[in-house]
C-alpha cells in the first residue's frame, strides 16, 4: 500500500524455482533500497501511486497449494513445480502404491515433439519411465526432472527410475 519510491523489474528464467527467484529477489531489492536511500537523501525522488485496481492479493500458501492437478495444462504443471519449490512443495499419489511422491523440477513437452499418443492419454499417466519420467497433462505432457520417493532424498528422475518401482501406464492422481 501506498506510493512508490522505485522499482525494478527482472525476467524470470523458465527453470526459475521460487527459491532462485527469492534470492535474485533478495540481491536486487538490496540494491534498490541503497540507491533509494541515496535518491531520498538528494531530494531526487517522486513517489509514485500505484494502481489500486491492478492490485492483487496473495493469500498464504498451505501445503495442500503444492499438490500437482494433471487435468492443468503441462505449462501450468510445470509453473506449479517451480513456484512451490521447496516450500509447501509439489506432490502427487501414485494410485498403484499410493505413495505421496515430491517433484522439485519439470520441464514441458508438447505434443508434437513426443512419439506417444499424449492426446488419448488421461492426464496423471506415466507416459515414459525409460531414462526418464513423462507424465500426461490436461495439454501436452511434463518430462520430470527432479523428483523424491517418501522417505528418500531428492534425485534426478533417471536415477529415480533406477530404484523405483514405477510402470508406463501407472497414474499419479
Given at each position: 500500500?501506498?506510493?512508490?519510491?522505485?522499482?525494478?523489474?527482472?525476467?524470470?528464467?523458465?527453470?526459475?524455482?521460487?527459491?532462485?527467484?527469492?534470492?535474485?529477489?533478495?540481491?536486487?531489492?538490496?540494491?534498490?533500497?541503497?540507491?533509494?536511500?541515496?535518491?531520498?537523501?538528494?531530494?531526487?525522488?517522486?513517489?509514485?501511486?500505484?494502481?489500486?485496481?491492478?492490485?492483487?492479493?496473495?493469500?498464504?500458501?498451505?501445503?495442500?497449494?503444492?499438490?500437482?492437478?494433471?487435468?492443468?495444462?503441462?505449462?501450468r504443471?510445470?509453473?506449479?513445480?517451480?513456484?512451490?519449490?521447496?516450500?509447501?512443495?509439489?506432490?502427487?499419489?501414485?494410485d498403484?502404491?499410493d505413495?505421496?511422491?515430491?517433484?522439485?523440477?519439470?520441464?514441458?513437452?508438447?505434443?508434437?515433439?513426443?512419439?506417444?499418443?499424449?492426446?488419448?492419454?488421461?492426464?496423471?499417466?506415466?507416459?515414459?519411465?525409460?531414462?526418464?519420467?513423462?507424465?500426461?497433462?490436461?495439454?501436452d505432457?511434463?518430462?520430470?526432472?527432479?523428483?523424491?520417493?517418501p522417505?528418500?532424498?531428492?534425485?534426478?528422475?533417471?536415477?529415480?527410475?533406477?530404484?523405483?518401482?514405477?510402470?508406463?501406464?501407472?497414474?499419479?492422481?
Open positions: 500500500t501506498g506510493p512508490m519510491l522505485r522499482q525494478r523489474a527482472t525476467p524470470i528464467e523458465p527453470k526459475a524455482t521460487a527459491d532462485d527467484l527469492h534470492d535474485e529477489l533478495a540481491e536486487l531489492g538490496a540494491e534498490l533500497l541503497v540507491e533509494t536511500l541515496d535518491a531520498l537523501e538528494s531530494g531526487d525522488v517522486e513517489p509514485t501511486p500505484q494502481n489500486e485496481d491492478a492490485a492483487t492479493y496473495a493469500p498464504l500458501m498451505s501445503k495442500q497449494d503444492g499438490e500437482v492437478d494433471w487435468s492443468e495444462s503441462a505449462r504443471v510445470s509453473d506449479l513445480i517451480r513456484g512451490v519449490n521447496p516450500w509447501p512443495g509439489a506432490f502427487s499419489y501414485l498403484r502404491t505413495d505421496r511422491i515430491k517433484f522439485h523440477l519439470a520441464d514441458v513437452c508438447e505434443a508434437d515433439s513426443l512419439n506417444l499418443d499424449v492426446d488419448g492419454a488421461e492426464p496423471g499417466t506415466v507416459l515414459r519411465a525409460d531414462g526418464e519420467l513423462l507424465i500426461a497433462c490436461g495439454e505432457a511434463v518430462r520430470v526432472l527432479d523428483v523424491q520417493a522417505g528418500r532424498r531428492a534425485m534426478a528422475a533417471d536415477d529415480f527410475l533406477n530404484g523405483y518401482d514405477i510402470e508406463v501406464g501407472d497414474r499419479f492422481r
